[in-house]
């Protein structure tokens, strides 16, 4: 399975003193850049590449991805218009997604746990996202709405009624057909000339009008990640969120050899 991942932004928010700031991709926690954690999780669940749509200050993504020895599972695709929407940069990995099979599609500016990887990857569902019902109201989350177990919104604001709701990780587990009728979108959307929409707006119009059942979601509810938009998004990454994720990786880790030494001396004693 690919990985495709959203890397192009300017990341304005951010408020950085910083006359050029680095991409967010390269925004580093724990001594490790998010890039370094996405190559080791991806890598660990067994994907076969990573595709990075990229754009701002794209050749200091390209030196991490050296620096980490990553150019055999790395590739780059530049949207020379990344000051646009990011809907452009779906656009511009179109070809990527066209991969004939199952594929992720994420954003870059994502610190998680394995965990939710995990649970997108093995999904028994061909289209699925993530929801995490645990979040703070308001306008900046992308809202997935559930009602009688189907999705029925996606948005950062309400329309319609729900009997719960949660926040988008930005993370997809996509079926062939599934992309196709979202870069089909896509193209619609810039055709029209909305450059500046989210992505997530081409997804919501495919999601919502596919039949019953087609696009379903793993809830994610307690486990950490964080979305990287704001400073203080960086400081609560690097004081909460990684401290959580760094346990609960000890904990598996320890649960595996636990494990494993059981089961040897299970062998041994047959």
Not at 38 to 66: K, M, S, T
Not at 91 to 99: G, K, M, P, Q, S
Not at 138 to 167: A, Q
Request: aromatic share 8%.
């Amino acid at each position: 399975m690919k990985a495709v991942m959203l890397a192009a932004g300017i990341g304005a928010r951010l408020g950085s003193n910083i006359a050029e700031p680095p991409p967010k991709v390269l925004l580093r926690f724990g001594g490790k850049s998010l890039l370094e954690y996405h190559l080791e999780i991806l890598r660990q669940q067994g994907i076969d590449e990573l595709v990075l749509g990229v754009g701002y200050n794209h050749q200091d993504i390209e030196r991490e991805i050296a620096a980490l020895g990553a150019q055999d599972f790395v590739r780059t695709v530049f949207n020379e218009d990344y000051r646009e929407g990011n809907i452009v940069t779906l656009w511009t990995v179109r070809d990527e997604l066209r991969c004939g099979g199952a594929v992720l599609l994420m954003d870059a500016d994502i610190l998680y746990d394995e965990e939710l990887l995990a649970r997108l990857i093995n999904s028994p569902h061909r289209n699925c996202l993530l929801l995490d019902c645990d979040f703070e109201p308001g306008d900046e989350p992308v809202k997935i709405c559930v009602r009688d177990g189907e999705i029925v919104e996606f948005r950062k604001w309400l329309s319609t009624g729900f009997d719960y709701c949660g926040e988008s990780v930005g993370m997809f587990k996509l079926s062939s057909d599934m992309a196709q009728l979202i870069i089909a979108q896509t193209a619609l959307y810039l055709d029209q000339g909305r450059r500046h929409e989210p992505y997530e707006e081409a997804i919501r119009d495919v999601l919502l009008t596919a039949p019953r059942g087609t696009f379903a979601f793993e809830d994610i509810t307690g486990l950490p990640w964080i979305e990287i938009d704001f400073a203080a998004d960086v400081a609560r990454a690097e004081t909460e969120i990684l401290p959580r994720i760094v346990s609960m990786t000890a904990k598996r880790r320890a649960a595996t050899v636990v494990k494993g030494d059981n089961d040897k001396g299970a062998a041994q004693d047959s």
